[in-house]
């Protein structure tokens, strides 16, 4: 405030200066000191108001300092504080240090004094872990193998059981053909009871029935012709025969080694044997109702003997024809392929 006062009695002394002055000079140089005068009024004015603004920031400079000021103060107290909690932490770490340092040149000369102890039970023990590890790997591999061969062995088992199911039923078939051919036997063996002292026998082989019947039975000696006796036992086959339909008939022919002469009726033993079993297919369908196709006319010749003696008794044991009942077995047969 002194220094805007003392600006004013300037301002004033020159003002009353200049007045002095303009009142000795000429009106043109009194007009331009006059424009001066107001240039250095506008002048004044603004460097009042540059002063006064400054005035006021001295005032916030001051404010500013004096806030800084304390708080410097604060920071001085608070770095003694941390200077001392410094001080008092370093002398812990010294104590910590030092106590730290004991125990590791404690640990060190107990260390020292088992090292190899130590070093043989960490040697086991590395040793143990590879078992255990190795052991472990093939503990799981085991349990892989196991829960594969269960899972094979769940499989092989469903297919014993499927298997042994049709086992069963095969066995039931086989003893269904067995019971069939068992009562054909019977049947045949009573119907033809009265030939079996001439020559004729029923018997079962490999579950077919076989009827055979010697030459003098059926046949004279070189001929094809069926003799009436033979005919008889034939036409009472036929009729056991007709009733069962599922049964298939095979006639086979024999004859003996000694070859016959060819003749306009067959040529050797070979073609005898066939035209025999034709002949007895014949007699079989023409006193039945047999279908033909169970029918099978077949010649052995010499060929398959029941007796490879070269004597008369072996000779006419050869000389037969066999009439074979086979079952039929496509059940069988469809049972086995599946």
């Not at 200066?17 to 007009?31: E, G, K, N, R």
């Not at 107990?110 to 590890?133: A, C, I, M, S, V």
């Not at 042994?164 to 019977?186: G, H, V």
Request: charged share 35%; hydrophobic share 35%; glycine share 4%.
């Amino acid at each position: 405030m002194k220094r805007i006062n003392i600006h004013r009695v300037v301002y004033f002394t020159i003002c009353t200066f200049l007045l002095i002055l303009y009142s000795c000079v000429p009106t043109s140089q009194f007009t331009e000191s006059e424009e001066r005068n107001q240039q250095l009024i506008d002048e004044n004015e603004r460097l009042l108001g540059e002063n006064e603004k400054f005035s006021v920031d001295n005032v916030e400079l001051r404010t500013k300092i004096k806030t800084l000021e304390d708080d410097l103060e604060k920071l001085d107290a608070e770095t003694e504080d941390t200077k001392k909690s410094y001080e008092e932490l370093q002398n812990e770490f010294s104590i910590l240090s030092r106590q730290y340092d004991d125990l590791k040149q404690s640990q060190d000369a107990l260390l020292t004094g088992h090292t190899r102890e130590t070093r043989r039970l960490l040697t086991e023990l590395q040793k143990t872990q590879e078992d255990l590890q190795e052991k472990e790997d093939r503990l799981l591999e085991l349990e892989q193998n196991t829960s594969e061969k269960m899972m094979e062995v769940e499989r092989l088992r469903a297919q014993l059981e499927e298997r042994n199911l049709r086992l069963i039923e095969l066995e039931r078939i086989l003893n269904t053909k067995d019971s069939i051919m068992r009562a054909l036997k019977n049947s045949i063996s009573e119907a033809l009871y009265g030939f079996q002292k001439e020559g004729l026998s029923v018997s079962i082989r490999n579950g077919k029935v076989y009827v055979s019947m010697e030459e003098k039975l059926l046949f004279k000696t070189g001929s094809i012709d069926v003799d009436p006796k033979g005919a008889n036992a034939l036409k009472q086959l036929a009729g056991v025969l007709e009733n069962t339909p599922d049964i298939f008939i095979t006639i086979e022919g024999h004859t003996d080694i000694i070859p016959v002469r060819s003749n306009p009726s067959f040529h050797d033993n070979w073609d005898l044997s066939v035209k025999r079993a034709t002949s007895i297919v014949r007699i079989l369908l023409d006193n039945s109702s047999i279908d033909p196709k169970r029918l099978i006319a077949s010649g052995r010749g010499e060929y398959l003997p029941i007796d490879d003696r070269d004597t008369p008794e072996a000779r006419q044991k050869n000389r037969r024809t066999e009439i074979i009942l086979t079952p039929n077995l496509d059940e069988l047969y469809k049972l086995l392929e599946e």
